[in-house]
C-alpha cells in the first residue's frame, strides 16, 4: 500500500549561538491515511519542528516529504503555502484563536481564505460549531472562552475546509486532565468520522493512548513505541 505521508532521509538543524544543534538527522517514516499516530519526545527533541517541515511551514536541510504523493520539498514556498492553506488543517497547544475575531469568525477564516461562497462559509461553520458543542457561542470573542472551550473552536477551525492532513501541536499541553480528555475524545472522534490522517505531538501519555500507533523522536530518529 502506498503511504498518505512519507518523509526520507530527512534532516533539519540550527545554529544556537554559532553552534549547529542537529533536531532531525537522516529520520523516515510512513504513515497510512485515516491512521492517528502520536509522536512523543523530550522538550526540544525537534517535535514542533517535525510539523513545520510536514506542513511546508520550514524547509529541511535534506530528504524529501511527500503526501498523496506529491514531493513537498520541490515546491517553491508559494506553492507549500497554498498546498497548506487547502490541505492542512492545524492545532496548537494556546489556541491561536485571533482575538479579534469572534467565534463564527474565527472558524470561517480557513473557507475565507480558500475564497469558498460566503453561503457555503456560514453552513459549513455553523454545522462543525454544533458538531463541538458551541453553536451559542457563535458571536462570542475568545476571551470569554475556557481554555476547552477555546480549543473546540481550534479542532472545528482545523477541521472545516476538509483537509487531507491534521497536524497537532500539543493540543491537550495547556488544558487540565479532565478537559484534555474531553478534547481528545471530541478530535479523535471527528477524525475518525473524516477518516483524515491525524499527526500528533504530544508529553501526555493519556493522549497519545488514543492513536493507532506511537513513535518516539529521539535522537533526531524516530522509533516506534507501539
Known amino acids: 500500500m502506498t503511504a498518505f505521508l512519507r518523509f526520507d532521509n530527512l534532516t533539519k538543524s540550527y ?13 523516515h517514516a510512513e504513515f497510512q491515511r485515516g491512521e492517528m499516530t502520536a509522536i512523543l519526545g523530550k522538550s526540544g527533541s525537534g517535535k514542533s519542528t517535525l510539523l513545520n517541515l510536514i506542513s511546508g511551514i520550514d524547509s529541511p536541510d535534506s530528504g524529501q516529504i511527500w503526501v498523496e504523493g506529491q514531493d513537498l520539498t520541490a515546491l517553491r514556498e508559494r506553492e507549500r503555502t497554498l498546498f497548506r492553506r487547502a490541505r492542512v488543517g492545524f492545532i496548537f497547544q494556546f489556541f491561536n484563536l485571533i482575538p479579534t475575531l469572534t467565534v463564527g469568525e474565527n472558524i470561517s477564516l480557513p473557507l475565507e481564505l480558500n475564497r469558498v461562497p460566503r453561503a457555503e462559509i456560514q453552513q459549513k461553520a ?11 457561542r ?5 476571551e470569554k472562552l475556557s481554555g476547552g472551550e477555546q480549543q473546540r473552536v481550534a479542532l472545528a477551525r482545523a477541521l472545516i475546509h476538509d483537509p487531507l492532513l491534521i497536524l497537532a501541536d500539543e493540543p491537550t499541553g495547556n488544558l487540565d486532565e479532565e478537559t484534555g480528555a474531553q478534547v481528545m475524545s471530541l478530535l479523535t472522534k471527528l477524525t475518525r468520522e473524516q477518516n483524515r490522517t491525524l499527526l500528533m505531538v504530544t508529553h501526555s501519555l ?9 513513535l518516539r523522536l529521539s535522537h533526531g530518529q524516530l522509533v516506534a513505541e507501539r
Not at 545554529?15 to 529520520?27: D, I, K
Not at 493519556?206 to 506511537?214: G, L, M, Q, T, Y
Open 15 to 27: 545554529y544556537e549561538g554559532g553552534t549547529p544543534r542537529v533536531v532531525l538527522q537522516n529520520a
Open 126 to 136: 455553523q454545522s462543525l460549531l454544533d458538531a463541538v458543542g458551541l453553536l451559542d
Open 138 to 142: 457563535w458571536k462570542t470573542f475568545p
Open 206 to 214: 493519556e493522549a497519545a493512548s488514543n492513536a493507532d500507533r506511537i
